[in-house]
């Protein structure tokens, strides 16, 4: 059985930052293409980074470009995100995505979904 936790949500204020973690537990990790999604109160689900299953090339979102990073280690089978500068705008839940192979980054073709983590940007 197949298992994404996300962890490391909460509020922040502007201007500050957190780092999400996903934790996957059912899959051979070093074979999925890990993402982060978010959705923010009635918005679509969007997504925000990528990191491919080869480990070699990595994916943003224009809107969290130079001020998100994503990391993640094979070994600990966990993806992390990075979040600096974070502004009102970037408040939603956020969600890890697992997909087999590559990945187009769509939300559609993500094969697993974490349950998300809130994140709140008070001004």
């Known amino acids: 059985q197949v298992q994404l936790v996300e962890s490391g949500g909460g509020l922040v204020q502007v201007g500050g930052s957190l780092t999400l973690s996903c934790a996957a537990s059912?899959?051979?990790?070093?074979?999925?293409?890990m993402g982060w999604f978010r959705q923010a109160p009635g918005k679509e689900r969007e997504f925000v980074s990528g990191?491919?299953?080869?480990?070699?090339?990595?994916r943003y979102a224009d809107s969290v470009k130079g001020r998100f990073t994503i990391s993640r280690d094979n070994a600990k089978n966990t993806v992390y995100l990075q979040m600096n500068s974070l502004k009102p705008k970037d408040t939603a839940v956020y969600y890890c995505?697992?997909?087999?192979?590559?990945?187009?980054?769509?939300?559609?073709?993500?094969?697993?979904w974490g349950k998300g983590t809130a994140v709140t940007v008070s001004s």
């Open positions: 059912g899959l051979t990790f070093s074979r999925y293409a």
């Open positions: 995505a697992a997909e087999a192979g590559s990945s187009t980054w769509s939300a559609s073709g993500m094969d697993y």
């Open positions: 990191f491919s299953w080869s480990g070699l090339t990595t």
